[in-house]
């Protein structure tokens, strides 16, 4: 029998928030003899025991690959599989499940949009609109793309907290604009972008819009349908599921126009030496054999996500963001970096002239695990006018105490550096 | 203090020793030299390290003055300080001698095998060896010198830590 239709596990539905940091069992070991305070999940984040069981019994009990054998296990996995499709598609909202397609994550996903959405109808004096704070997968696809094609890449400016004015946006968008791409939230900042009112002047203009969520599916509820949003792209490992899955959410009449990214098994109906006729959605842009043990990650992830409801991880992490601004706002020496007034669960900092990569070492040493350095987002950095930044980035599991182990080590390292 | 904290902050103490703070906070030496004969950058796209290093060779092939400029961090940039003043008045042969002891030395790979790493005295340089500990920070402590390798075989080039 699958596995595939298990419901969630009710019982752990309104389960308090603050329990949840149990269910991660990588959270349960300490770094250099300190309980370990992990700061690091705008990076990559940890997965629950639900995940990694999910994962472990398919492995264990149902492997075999997918829509393909006759057999049971096949099945199985074609059924785990395509349940998965099933939670995403619940997760985010989307009205059909042939809108979501599994791809490697966020950066494969915009590259697919870039390749086998614009770049069939591209041309020179053709314009594609992003900002200034996109993570590099958000900018170096629609380089390639412009390249290819002899369309101009036009960067909208931030501010000097991070954010983005949807007004200078909106100013941009001309009859020359193909597509809009842009983050929900900054990974280096943590600013939340205004992307209904971005989206509703876009679709005003008949510009599709593409959004980068990989940093906002763990922390916002997102519903694409009321977002209207043409794109949304996401990965697994930031929301609690393996690497090397994740999302392209698209709306079904863009994918029908789209020729195929690549070409290979699964994602044809006929293949003759005279021509190959494609398979429906999704599988169209599903070639070869997918990563099937990360979907099933992902799937579970997404019923973990749910079953915990996205609204109050919301109101967890904005509490711990609030108290994690203060006390390192408290802090002699500090300058925050990214201080829009809507953000979520990241707060970027440097501390008196301290490179950030010796603040990393220290807190390391402390068992405080944050990331440090541009963050892939090297315009930003270039912006701020600084190499880097030192981040703590927060997710469901954090508590204020992982915030107090952070200062107190943030105090040791002044102390080494005094 | 329990003796487990006491042998941490010892740790630490070992990586940011006086001498390499000190030579962060006012490295020496900093700046382009406008003669140089020749330079080599390197850069550790991880962490955004980035050092330009200046030497002026002489035709008998002493190095007769070393600059260098860039951001960094503490051990990076220390470690360029220490570097200028240590090969200052060296032959690029000595240099070289140098550059592989300091290598091998701050991986902790000197082995029998390579004695004449063991045998040279790095002097101030051993201030460095902290890092031995930090294995995410050896390439910061070696940047500099990968930069003087590169600068003295193949002029102008950029080395990077990956
Ligand atoms: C905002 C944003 N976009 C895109 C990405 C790229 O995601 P991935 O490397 O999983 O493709 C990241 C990950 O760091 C991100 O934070």
């Not at chain 1, 991070?162 to 929900?184: F, N, S, T, W, Y």
């Not at chain 1, 108290?323 to 002699?332: D, P, S």
């Not at chain 1, 912006?383 to 105090?411: K, Q, V």
């Amino acid at each position: 029998m699958s596995h595939a239709a298990k419901a969630p596990n009710r019982s752990t539905e309104q389960r308090p928030i603050e329990d949840c940091r149990a269910d991660f069992p990588v959270l349960a070991q300490t770094i250099n003899g300190e309980p370990l305070v992990y700061l690091d999940s705008a990076a990559s984040s940890q997965a629950p025991g639900v995940v990694i069981d999910a994962v472990a019994e398919y492995q264990r009990h149902d492997h075999a690959n997918v829509h393909r054998g006759v057999h049971t296990l096949s099945h199985r996995a074609t059924d785990l599989y395509e349940s998965a499709r099933d939670a995403v598609q619940e997760f985010i909202g989307a009205g059909r499940r042939t809108e979501i397609v599994f791809t490697r994550g966020t950066t494969e996903s915009i590259n697919l949009v870039a390749q086998s959405f614009c770049r069939p109808t591209l041309g020179a004096g053709d314009r594609i609109l992003i900002t200034h704070l996109e993570h590099h997968s958000n900018i170096v696809p629609w380089q390639i793309v412009c390249e290819q094609t002899g369309a101009e890449l036009v960067i909208v400016p931030i501010d000097s907290s991070g954010q983005v004015d949807p007004q200078e946006l909106i100013e941009k968008m001309d009859d020359r604009v193909r597509i809009v791409a842009i983050a929900h939230v900054s990974n280096a900042l943590g600013s939340i972008l205004p992307l209904t009112e971005i989206i509703q002047a876009a679709h005003d203009r008949d510009i599709p819009v593409l959004v980068d969520g990989a940093q906002a599916v763990p922390h916002l509820a997102v519903d694409v349908q009321a977002l209207d949003v043409d794109f949304y792209a996401f990965s697994g490992h930031k929301m609690f599921a393996p690497t090397g899955i994740g999302i392209l959410y698209a709306k079904e009449t863009h994918l029908e126009a789209m020729p195929p990214y690549q070409g290979g098994g699964d994602m044809i109906l006929e293949v003759r030496f005279e021509g190959t006729t494609y398979n429906e959605l999704p599988y169209k842009f599903e070639a070869g054999t997918p990563n099937i043990s990360g979907a099933i990650g992902l799937g579970a992830a997404a019923r973990y996500l749910a079953s915990m409801g996205l609204e109050r991880i919301a109101a967890h992490e904005n509490r711990l963001l609030a108290y994690l601004t203060r006390r390192l706002a408290a802090i002699n020496g500090i300058r925050l970096i990214g201080t829009a007034s809507n953000k979520a669960s990241v707060q970027s900092f440097l501390l008196d002239d301290i490179h950030p990569h010796d603040i990393g070492t220290i807190l390391d040493h402390q068992g405080v695990a944050i990331r440090t350095g541009h963050h892939c987002a090297m315009p930003v950095m270039d912006f701020f006018g600084i190499p880097g930044t030192a981040r703590a980035s927060l997710a469901l599991y954090n508590n204020e105490e992982d915030i107090d182990r952070l200062i107190a080590a943030l105090a040791k390292t002044q102390e080494i550096f005094a | 203090m329990s003796e487990k904290n006491e042998g941490k902050a010892a740790e630490l103490r070992e990586l940011y020793r006086e001498l390499i703070l000190e030579h962060a906070r006012s490295p020496r030496h900093f700046g382009k030299l406008k003669d140089a004969t020749h330079s080599a950058e390197g850069i550790n796209p991880l962490c955004g390290d980035k050092l330009k290093m200046y030497f002026r060779i002489l035709k008998n092939g002493r190095i007769d003055a070393a600059c260098f400029e860039g951001s960094g961090c503490a051990i990076s940039v220390a470690s360029a300080s220490l570097l200028t003043d240590t090969v200052i008045g060296m032959s690029t042969a000595d240099a070289l001698q140098f550059f592989s002891a300091v290598i091998s030395r701050l991986s902790g790979r000197s082995t029998t095998s390579d004695d004449a790493d063991t045998v040279i005295d790095l002097g101030k340089i051993r201030a460095l060896e902290g890092v031995k500990e930090f294995p995410s920070r050896i390439k910061c402590a070696s940047l500099a010198w990968h930069a003087l390798n590169s600068a003295i075989h193949c002029n102008d080039q950029t080395v990077s830590t990956e």
